[in-house]
Structures are given as C-alpha cells and as structure tokens.
C-alpha cells in the first residue's frame, strides 16, 4: 500500500515554514493521541503517521531529501542526509518527535529547556505569614509602636541554616543534578517529577543536623516592634519584608503581613477621615438653644452651640477634630448629631407645667401643624 504523503498527513502546504509544520503537528497530536480516542482503532496508526511525518519534515536536511525524491529518499539507504550514513529508517523516533513538540508547550513551566541541563536551583524561599492585630480607635488617630510575638521558623542556630551538621554546604542531587526533578520517557511522552532524593530542593545533605533534621529550619515565636502609622483603618495591611518563615537550607525568607483590626468605639463612629459622636441634649435645651461639650478622639473637649429650635438628627459640624489621614489629603471632622431626650419619671410640677405648656405653644410646633394639616386632606378626600 503506498504511504501517504507527508504534507498531506500533517495538512499544511509543500512549502510551509518551519513553525507552520510544528503548529500543525501539535494540533494533529492532541487530536490523534490514543488515549483520547479509546473507542477509535485507527486513532493510533494514525497517531504515529502524524510523528513519522513530523520527524522527517521539522529536520531541515530531511525536508530537503524528501522534497526532492519523496518516500524514494529513506529506502534503500539513498544518500544526501549528514555524513556517514542516510536519514534514518522511515519509522521515524516517535519519542523524540514527541518530546521536541512536548518541550516547546511545558519546557519553560517546568523549568530548562531540552534536555533539562542547568545550574543548581535556588534554595526555597520561606512562606508569607499573616498577623491578624486588633487595636482601639484612639490608637488608630495617635498611631504606636506594638510588640507582637509571631509563631514562626527561623534559621537553625546550630547548622546556621545549611541543614548539614557542623554547618557543612549542602551538595548538588546526584539523582537531578540540581534541578529538583527528573524526566522518564512513557510511551510518548516525557513526563517530569519532583526529585525523590531531594525532595526538589536540588541538593542533598550528606549529615543532617540533629536539631533540625536537615531542614535548615526550626519552629521558634519571635517577638517583633511594629510601626503602625497614624490614621490606620480595619482592613490596612502592613508588609514586613523578610520577616516571614524562614527558607529551606538557607533559602531566602518570606514577608510578614499584618492586618489591622480597629475596635469599635463607645462613643465614636468612623466613616473614613470622619467620626460620628450621638449626642443627646434635653428637651428644653433643643427648644431654648444653649452650649454643651463633647468629646474629642484626643482626649480633649469641644464646645458646640445648640441653636434654639434644634430638632433630632440635626448635625454640627467641629472641623479637624476627626482621624488624620493615611495616605494624603486633610484631617477629618468630626460630626455632632443631636437626640433630643423626651424627660421621663415627672413629678407632678412638672407634668402641670408641661401641660400648660402645650396649651401655650400649639402654634410653636410647625412640623406638627404641617403634618395634621396633611392628615386631614387625606382623610377629607378618602370621604369624597
């Protein structure tokens, strides 16, 4: 039976470019890899057409042969290829083929291209740890100096972090030669693993330290000062570079990051730059006006005058006396809302006075009047 023609088999045109062939037969392999087509008999015979193919058509030499003399060029040992000897038989390496396609989708994820030959690998870098820290509202505005104490690994003191006893450098894998992972061929593909005898690490150590067992690691709380800056809000994350666990044998430390968490306040409520304080004044305060103090976030007093008629909810405004700023911009302010207090437990005076205090001051109200006056249009055309 005549063989295919190779073009044909990859579908791409006599005069294609080189990445042109390659794109093809990566297409063709995936489509084609027994595997993905259990239920198709054919699929592996054609699978390894498609490498055949591409093995002759990706080397240039062989190309060129086949351009010229077609099938003719690998039988018989027809000349023309590299010195000493033909192309090959027509089979083609299917493994190499595969492995060459495989290399250019993974080799770089993996970490060496081709072959995997390379220096030694960085020794591993330590984990990023999180503190979680609560602080008052009054620490948030004045801003402070905290020691906490970190559960964290440091490097061991008695192998100063090499993992070997007596401080010994560790050695390049014999198994990886410091890669951290080895390759094996299965059927078609190359497959790479994470090292057996080093774990990945790349390297080995011959006589393992006693106190940490080789890791170059120990666990061990260490205390820590922490700035944490003025104006702060729940949810600011603070970075402390090189703080975090230590590395593998030497390797380089993670970071620390310290999320804050502002306690609510009793009397102050923030939004932003600005504190919101409730602040209840008595009924006859609100109808009369007068002056009352009230707090500030550094611990001093303001003065605010009350106008005469001042109802619930009404806001005053005491500027610069909020929370200072983290990244820019002014200091906020801080808002006074009123909460006008209905007198409770009346003596029998003061409910007399009260009373003729209503009869006086109907027409003082103009809420009130504005409302009924409503109520009765409403209830009027419900009647129409």
Known sequence: MAKRDYYEILGVAKGASADEIKKAYRGK????????NADNPKAEAQFKEANEAYEVLKDGDKKAAYDRYGHAAFEGGMGGGRPGGGFGGGQGDFSSAFSDVFDDLFGDFMGQRGGGQGGGRRAARGSDLRYNLRISLEEAYAGLQKSINVPTSIACGSCSGTGAEGGAEPTTCPTCSGMGKVRAQQGFFTVERTCPTCSGLGQTVKNPCNTCRGAGRVDKDRALSVNIPQGVETGTRIRLAGEGEAGMRGGPSGDLYIFIEVADHELFDRDGPNLFCRVPVSMSTAALGGTI?????????????IPGGSQSGRQMRLRGKGMP???????????I???????VNLTSKQKELLREFEELSSENNPESKDFFSSVKSFWDSMKG
Do not use: C, Y
């Not at 392999?29 to 993905?36: I, S, T, V, Y």
């Not at 820019?328 to 302010?333: A, E, Q, V």
């Open 29 to 36: 392999a995936k489509e084609l890899h027994p595997d993905r």
């Open 293 to 305: 103090e009230v707090p500030t976030i550094d611990g001093g007093r303001g003065r605010v005058q």
């Open 325 to 335: 700023p983290l990244r820019g911009g002014g200091i906020g302010d801080m808002i």
């Open 337 to 343: 809302e009123l909460a006008v207090e209905t007198p």
